[in-house]
């Protein structure tokens, strides 16, 4: 069976909902190279526009890299996997990222493996040992290879607030901005999901990044586009819903993405042929079940403001809260 929602991991293509004016942006900082900070809570789908940007770029001067700094460990790692996704993004076969490694990062000692993503068809890694040596030309390289390659690269970077964990995170963070300041034919979309640290590490005028580019908070998708949107998917496999009841999902889950996705997805799977009200309501019941275990958890480590605050809100004092609380609330996950 086709997928008809998709959640629990990037939606792109088919599954992909407008942010026009947000895709515009970033495309016009890529091509005039400034680098942006994408900032929102969690799945409000941050790595899904990214990812949809990459998919929809047609320059074949323009090479997306993609690092999720949720994997990587510490410094060392960082320089390991930052290479890594450099030759393999600026190549598409193997044999030219092999010729590409001898040219421009000759002590670096490749071993290639059969990729495990649907995006990747081979896998390239580095020994620890032998990017230790070099991080500055590590630093260095995109800019190195674009200029040769006559080519732009876009290093997308997720989770980036991370770096700001590892031991001696700041004079790491010194070091990248040292030298990607320099870089005329890269540039960087970096975001995360921890407004506080992000907001540290770019507005604070102590910090090494700065003003380094363009700030962008993402917000939730309207409205309309979301319900268009499950009106289409049903569309495609041999279900209907109507509009009314499309809104009353969008309504309910408050234009969240993730979260109107999984409704539908469950909505769906109670449809007959035509949706109807009670298949609306069994599936809400379902959903609040599956997330039950992981919303009691995350009660559980509330600290008693943060219960209080919820608790106003369920109480409908909304009102009450400053916006300031009101947006911790929502960075809580
Ligand atoms: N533009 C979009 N169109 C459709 N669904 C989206 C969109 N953005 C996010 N989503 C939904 O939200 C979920 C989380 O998105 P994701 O990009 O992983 O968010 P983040 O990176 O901000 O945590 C996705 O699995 C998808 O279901
Ligand atoms: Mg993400």
Not at 42 to 50: A, Q
Not at 61 to 80: A, H
Not at 236 to 253: F, G
Request: net charge neutral; charged share 25%; with cysteine.
């Amino acid at each position: 069976m086709e997928k008809v929602f998709n959640f629990g991991n990037v939606s792109f293509g088919e599954m992909f909902v407008n942010r026009e004016a947000e895709k515009k942006r970033i495309i016009l900082n890529i091509k005039s190279g400034i680098s942006t900070t994408l900032v929102s809570p969690r799945r409000w789908g941050k790595s899904s526009l990214v990812k949809q940007i990459a998919k929809e770029n047609t320059d074949s001067n323009l090479k997306f890299c993609f690092l999720d700094l949720f994997s990587v460990k510490d410094e060392q790692d960082f320089y390991r996997q930052y290479a890594e996704i450099i030759f393999k993004s600026t190549a598409t076969k193997i044999e030219d990222v092999a010729t590409n490694i001898s040219k421009y990062a000759k002590s670096l000692i490749p071993s290639f493996g059969f990729g495990n993503t649907i995006d990747a068809d081979f896998e390239l890694k580095f020994r620890l040992d032998d990017v230790k040596n070099s991080p500055e030309y590590i630093l260095n390289l995109p800019e190195k290879i674009a200029i040769d390659k006559n080519i732009k690269i876009v290093i997308c970077m997720d989770e980036f607030q991370n770096i700001a964990d590892f031991s001696l995170g700041l004079a790491f963070q010194k070091k990248l901005r040292a030298h990607w300041q320099h870089h005329q034919h890269v540039v960087y979309v970096l975001y995360g999901s921890k407004l506080s640290m992000l907001s540290d590490m770019f507005h604070k005028s102590k910090m090494p990044f700065y003003k380094f580019g363009d700030t962008l908070f993402l917000t939730k998708i309207e409205k309309h586009h979301l319900v268009a949107y499950i009106i289409r998917r049903f569309e495609t496999t041999e279900k209907r819903i109507s509009a009314s009841l499309a809104e009353k999902i969008v309504d309910k889950m408050e234009c969240h993405p993730h979260y109107v996705q999984h409704y539908a997805q469950l909505v769906w799977y109670n449809t007959q042929t035509e949706t109807q009200e009670s298949d609306i309501i069994a599936a809400l019941e379902d959903l609040v079940q599956s997330y039950s275990p992981m919303f009691q958890q995350l009660f559980e480590s509330l600290s008693r403001t943060q219960v209080n605050y919820l608790k106003a809100i369920a109480d409908g004092q909304k009102d009450q809260l400053t916006s300031k609380e009101i947006m911790a609330l929502q960075y809580l996950e």
